[in-house]
């Protein structure tokens, strides 16, 4: 009930309704293909797989979602699931990439951190983001977040580098996870050379302001963040706070098409902002997904 008392006082604030997009913007937004989506599907797999304990993604025996991508090779994981997300990293030789992924964390929780009325960003912390503008601001929980493993996860992705001569990095999360696997995006590449980095993300709340996004737009050469119909989480922190998404989302309709919404916070109404334009409008659970028949869970 404090939830949706917040969110009443929020709603006040809403801008009025956007105006429904033009026909040519509806038309111009294009379904991905079966294959397509199916080349998601490892992606999927190794963010829920975050949310296992850690002595069972060191060892690959954490079932079903390990099993899933089954070539798997550990390199580290940690985490207690409470003051540190669980994480992993390790390399995946049939995708030929390293994979660093985190653990989200409870819908709830999520919700009542996104909506939070005293919500601040701050500048990222120059040692560990060199030559980052000051003008780039993200939200300070998720940042404090990423920063408890930041080091820890380097060294693991260097070690994954050297024994598996790997050539790219992917960053994996869903929730909580996917805005530290951002920062993971952001972060890894000022201190790494001679790889390439993508990202796959799933129910990514907004991250940081529209200098964070562009930032990510020009300097993270793949980002697909992938939301679930009416998920709440995605449309949070409110764009009127300030916040923005990078590009490369693709929003998976009522009817279950993968829908590629180019730009950032795109408003046609095939993709989140323009179908879920406040958080009445939302559906909770969708938030686990099901992303392509797998919910979001160890
Ligand atoms: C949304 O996508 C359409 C179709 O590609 C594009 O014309 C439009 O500029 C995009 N809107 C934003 C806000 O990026």
């Given at each position: 009930m404090a939830f949706l008392s917040a969110l009443a006082a929020l709603v006040a604030l809403l801008p009025p309704a956007f105006a429904a997009p033009a026909l040519e913007t509806r038309t111009s937004i294009s379904a991905l293909s079966t294959s397509q989506i199916e080349a998601f599907?490892?992606?999927?797999?190794?963010?829920?797989?975050?949310?296992?304990?850690?002595?069972?993604?060191?060892?690959?025996?954490?079932?079903?979602?390990?099993?899933?991508?089954?070539?798997?090779?550990?390199?580290?994981?940690?985490?207690?699931?409470?003051?540190?997300?669980?994480?992993?990293?390790?390399?995946?030789?049939?995708?030929?990439?390293?994979?660093?992924?985190?653990?989200?964390?409870?819908?709830?929780?999520?919700?009542?951190?996104l909506t939070d009325a005293d919500?601040?960003?701050?500048?990222?912390?120059?040692?560990?983001?060199?030559?980052?503008?000051?003008?780039?601001?993200?939200?300070?929980?998720?940042?404090?977040?990423?920063?408890?493993?930041?080091?820890?996860i380097l060294a693991a992705v260097n070690t994954a580098i050297s024994k598996f001569g790997a050539k790219q990095v992917t960053t994996v999360g869903h929730?909580?996870?996917?805005?530290?696997?951002?920062?993971?995006?952001?972060?890894?590449?000022?201190?790494?050379?001679?790889?390439s980095f993508k990202s796959v993300l799933y129910g990514l709340p907004r991250v940081g302001n529209g200098d964070f996004a562009d930032y990510v737009d020009a300097h993270v050469s793949s980002v697909t963040h992938i939301n679930n119909k009416e998920d709440p989480v995605p449309i949070l922190p409110g764009m009127f706070l300030g916040f923005h998404h990078p590009s490369g989302e693709v929003h998976?309709?009522?009817?279950?098409?993968?829908?590629?919404?180019?730009?950032?916070?795109?408003?046609?109404?095939?993709?989140?902002?323009?179908?879920?334009?406040?958080?009445?409008?939302?559906?909770?659970?969708?938030?686990?997904?099901?992303?392509?028949?797998v919910t979001m869970g160890c």
């Open positions: 599907k490892p992606f999927t797999h190794y963010a829920s797989t975050a949310y296992c304990q850690p002595s069972t993604t060191l060892t690959w025996s954490c079932g079903a979602n390990c099993q899933a991508n089954p070539s798997f090779e550990p390199i580290a994981s940690g985490g207690d699931g409470s003051d540190t997300q669980f994480w992993y990293v390790g390399y995946d030789p049939a995708l030929a990439t390293v994979i660093v992924a985190h653990q989200g964390t409870d819908t709830s929780e999520i919700l009542a951190d919500i601040v960003r701050g500048k990222l912390d120059s040692t560990l983001f060199p030559g980052v503008s000051s003008s780039v601001t993200v939200h300070e929980g998720f940042r404090d977040e990423q920063a408890k493993t930041a080091t820890t929730s909580l996870g996917a805005a530290i696997s951002l920062l993971d995006a952001v972060y890894l590449p000022l201190h790494l050379s001679g790889v998976i309709t009522d009817s279950s098409v993968w829908e590629s919404c180019p730009g950032q916070d795109n408003d046609s109404d095939l993709c989140i902002v323009g179908d879920v334009p406040n958080v009445f409008d939302s559906t909770e659970s969708d938030h686990d997904g099901p992303y392509d028949g």
